[in-house]
Structures are given as structure tokens and as C-alpha cells.
């Protein structure tokens, strides 16, 4: 900022002493602004930059620059610091232009604050409890998209292999591959950024293999989706051009957004892309809840009884024909804060 200042100076010919005069400014301090051993105030700032023709966002960012290595940098932790505050202020930033509810501010504030007790003692967690929770998952996932085994039944067919009399192969499957879907799932977490095209075909077709063999792995080429409920289903050509859509703004937003409101928003855009024929839903849960583990959270559990399921698919009609994201939101939040609070129950009473 000095040499900004000094050079901009001298270009227009001046003095220090007349550079004093015109800003009421004392001569000693303008010395001082050139030779870096003071700073100027905000609104010397101002002056300076007006009466020298100085870009003022040039000149204002170096200010800022060399306040904030004033302040922290030497210490050992300044770069970290850094990180975090920039990844706030672009949060911050964003707030402007993507309003936050009181309640759903609340609820982020909660689930964040039990995010660091669950980081803390994450070291505990078993392999019981992990299996504990994917199991629950999966039932949840699987009933929400209308399959009728059990908690028990779920758990005989993933983990003992056994065949429950009267359901059908379909549940079977359903259950199977989301086990495998979810494993593939696991490997991905250590990606920085979304998950690719690719990846997300293999999702799919771990989670439809044996079901809709012929749907697997690829976009859907009709404008049908099969036992889905879908709201103004986009035409099956132009899933390729929506999904990149759907990567570039998630590339764009994935700073400037709560994970859960990332989470939120990527599973709405794909509720109502509807890239598949099959499984539509199923995957992007999985991809919301992808976001979510990538950042250090839990995946949002969403229950899969009739009321939840109700609340869920109402939700996405909102998001979907009024551009309202309030009440998924909420829902995603509250399922992510229960997520939360049951991994550290089974921490505590393991």
C-alpha cells in the first residue's frame, strides 16, 4: 500500500507537505503512510485515494491485506484462520441474496454446535455403531420409497442373508444393493469436490442392479419415470444439459452455503431433473447425504414412516411449484440434528 500511495503521488507531482495541506492531514503522518510505518484510518483512506486517483478497491484491499498480516500474521495458526474466515465471509456474503428463516438459523446453529461434539469423539465410534446407523438408513431410505420390510426384516436380509416369506424379490434387491450403493458411497467421501457424472451412474446402478437392469447406470431416455412421483418432468433430452447445470452450481455455491443447505438444494435440483427412469429418489438421498459426510456431518435421516414421507414428498412439491425450499429445508435440517444426536447417544451407551 505504500508504494501505491507514494507512487500515486509523485505522479501528480505533489508534495508531501501539499498532500497534508489539501487533506488536513498531518505531514508527518503522510510520510509515515509511505514508508509503511503507520496506517491510514478508513476514512484517510478515502481521502487519499480520491485526491491521488487511486482505484479505491485496489487501494482498500491492500489496506485490508496488510491489516489482517498485522494482526495475525505471525502466528502459527494465521493461514488456517484465514481459510475459515474467508469460507465465513463467503457465507455471509451469500446470506444477502439466499434468506435464512429464524427457525432454520436455529436449527443450523444446533446442529453445528452438536457437529463439534460429535468431531470430537468420532475416534469411538465402533464398527456395531456404524453398522447401526446404515442399517437404520437403509430401512428409512428403502420405506420412504415404498418398501415394507421391517427394521428386523431389513436387517435378517443384509446381514444374515435370509429370504422374509411374502415379501418380494424387488424388496429383496432393494435392501441388498443399498448396502453395496452405500459401501460405494463410503469411497468417495475424501473427494474435494462433487461427484462426477460417472460416479454418480455406478450409484445408480448399484442401487437398481437386478431390478431394472436395462435402466441401470444411465439417463433415462423417455420423459416417463417408473413409481416415482415427479413434478414437471423435464424432457429426457435435456438431462445431460441439466445435470452439468447442477455441477456448475454446485461448484459455484459449495463455499458460500451451510452444508445443509447445499445438501438441501442438490437434492431438490435432482428431485426435479429426475435423471433416471428407476431410483431417482433413492439417489439422491444418497447424494445429498454425500455432501453432508464430505463436510464432517452425518447423512440426514429422514424417516421413512407415512407421515414423514407425506411432510418429504409435500416439501419437494413446494420446492418444485413455488420455488420455496423453506419446508425441505427444515425437514433435512431436523433429520440431520437427529442424525447427530442418536451417533452420540450410541457413543455414549455402547
Known amino acids: 500500500m505504500k508504494d501505491l500511495l507514494k507512487n500515486a503521488r509523485e505522479q501528480k507531482g505533489l508534495k508531501t507537505r501539499e498532500v497534508a495541506q489539501m487533506l488536513h492531514i498531518d ?9 509503511g510505518q503507520r496506517k491510514p484510518t478508513r476514512d484517510q483512506l478515502t481521502k487519499l485515494a480520491t485526491l491521488l486517483e487511486i482505484d479505491f478497491d485496489t487501494l482498500l484491499i491492500s489496506w485490508l491485506k496488510e491489516k ?16 475459515l474466515a474467508e469460507e465465513e465471509i463467503k457465507r455471509n456474503a451469500f446470506k444477502k441474496t439466499y ?47 415404498g418398501n415394507t420390510f421391517s427394521l428386523e426384516e431389513t436387517i435378517a436380509v443384509i446381514q444374515k442373508g435370509e429370504t ?3 415379501k418380494s424379490m424387488r424388496e429383496h434387491l ?22 462426477s457424472e460417472k460416479e454418480i451412474f455406478t450409484l445408480h446402478n448399484l442401487s437398481v442392479r437386478g431390478i431394472t437392469p436395462e435402466e441401470s447406470g444411465k439417463y433415462r431416455t423417455t420423459d416417463t419415470v417408473q413409481n416415482e412421483t ?4 423435464p424432457r429426457f433430452n435435456t438431462i445431460p444439459k441439466l ?17 445443509v443447505i447445499l445438501a438441501g438444494e442438490i437434492l431438490a435440483q435432482l428431485q426435479q431433473i429426475q435423471p433416471f427412469a428407476f431410483g431417482n429418489n433413492k439417489v439422491a438421498r444418497m447424494i445429498m447425504n454425500f455432501i453432508l459426510l464430505q463436510q464432517g456431518y452425518l447423512s440426514a435421516n429422514i424417516k421413512g414412516d407415512m407421515a414423514s414421507r407425506m411432510r418429504l414428498e409435500h416439501a419437494l412439491n413446494e420446492a418444485q411449484t413455488s420455488q420455496s425450499k423453506e419446508l425441505l429445508l427444515l425437514q433435512i435440517a431436523e433429520a440431520e ?3 447427530l444426536e442418536r451417533y452420540l447417544n450410541l457413543l455414549v451407551y455402547q
Open 27 to 35: 505531514q508527518a503522518l503522510i510520510s509515515k503512510f509511505e514508508n
Open 68 to 83: 489482517i498480516i498485522y494482526e495475525i500474521g505471525q502466528d502459527e495458526f494465521a493461514l488456517k484462520a484465514i481459510q
Open 99 to 145: 434468506p435464512i428463516s429464524a427457525a432454520l438459523q436455529l436449527l443450523l446453529n444446533e446442529i453445528d454446535n452438536l457437529k463439534e461434539k460429535v468431531t470430537r469423539f468420532r475416534s469411538f465410534e465402533t464398527e456395531a455403531i456404524k453398522q447401526t446407523i446404515a442399517l437404520d438408513y437403509i430401512f428409512n431410505s428403502n420405506q420412504l420409497d
Open 164 to 166: 422374509i416369506a411374502g
Open 174 to 195: 432393494e435392501a441388498i444393493n443399498h448396502i453395496e450403493a452405500l459401501r460405494y458411497l463410503e469411497t468417495l467421501y475424501s473427494k474435494s469436490g462433487f461427484i
Open 230 to 233: 415427479s413434478y414437471n418432468l
Open 243 to 259: 445435470m452439468a447445470d447442477t455441477f456448475l452450481w454446485y461448484e459455484t455455491n459449495k463455499i458460500k452455503l451451510h452444508p
Open 337 to 339: 440434528k437427529k442424525s
